[in-house]
């Protein structure tokens, strides 16, 4: 006689009390790296002077890498989930981590981030304007429409011509000057770029997308200053 499938007595509970272990851990360990980021943001307010938030437009995580390591001797930034570097900052007097700091929270709100440091603000205010970063989307859908006429290439030098061509341009060498050999359509409205689209692209010099940050607020012990006052902050968003 076949033996029944079904779960003999006390199975039902070692399944549900496994499932409860299992998501018991997976809370466990989001809680404790949530904690460690509390942690962290408030050994730095201990450590840094100064505090700032800032906003960022189309990131791009080798550029913003690029830009951390210049300052990472004497800086450190933080980004992530809104309400956890809220709560570490205290949302109000009453449980902000230093007197003052809990302003900065209100200006915690869509693509932000945290920047402690020991530069001046003189510094700070000078490598944000130096810094200006530029990317090429390789996968989002193109802004424009983009084509070459046949005829000279002349912003290319013969060199170039092998690279062209390896990027889907038709091109050839016509004494010593690049030529495109018929009229060729680099990308379009709306369609997805290729790779060698997007290089090509950045051999024109057209950019498809700007990877900016922009500093919204300052904090030090003795002083706030607001750099962006059109942003609405009645409320706290994650």
């Not at 003999?8 to 809680?31: C, I």
């Not at 956890?84 to 302003?103: F, H, N, T, W």
């Not at 038709?170 to 009229?183: A, F, T």
Request: charged share 30%; hydrophobic share 40%.
């Amino acid at each position: 006689m076949p033996k029944s499938k079904r779960n003999r007595p006390g199975e039902a509970n070692l399944v549900a009390d496994q499932f409860h272990l299992t998501l018991s851990k997976t809370k466990k360990k989001g809680r404790e790296h949530k904690e460690a980021i509390v942690n962290a943001i408030k050994e730095a307010v201990e450590c840094y002077p100064s505090a700032y938030v800032f906003t960022f437009e189309n990131m791009r995580n080798q550029k913003f890498k690029e830009f951390r390591d210049q300052l990472k001797s004497n800086s450190r930034f933080f980004l992530g989930s809104n309400k956890v570097m809220q709560l570490a900052l205290g949302r109000s007097v009453a449980d902000e981590v230093k007197p003052g700091i809990y302003k900065l929270s209100k200006f915690i709100r869509h693509d932000a981030g945290l920047l402690f440091t020991n530069l001046s603000k003189e510094e700070v205010e000078r490598q944000w304007l130096l810094d200006m970063f530029f990317s090429f989307t390789l996968i989002a859908p193109s802004a424009l429409h983009v084509d070459l006429k046949e005829g000279p290439l002349e912003q290319f030098t013969h060199e170039m011509e092998p690279y062209l061509r390896k990027q889907g341009v038709p091109v050839r060498l016509n004494k010593g000057i690049v030529e495109l050999v018929s009229d060729f359509v680099v990308c379009e409205e709306g369609m997805s770029l290729s790779p060698e689209a997007a290089r090509t692209l950045r051999l024109l010099d057209i950019k498809m997308a700007t990877f900016r940050l922009h500093l919204l607020c300052r904090w030090t012990p003795e002083d706030f200053e607001v750099y962006r006052e059109d942003l609405d902050h009645s409320d706290m968003e994650s």
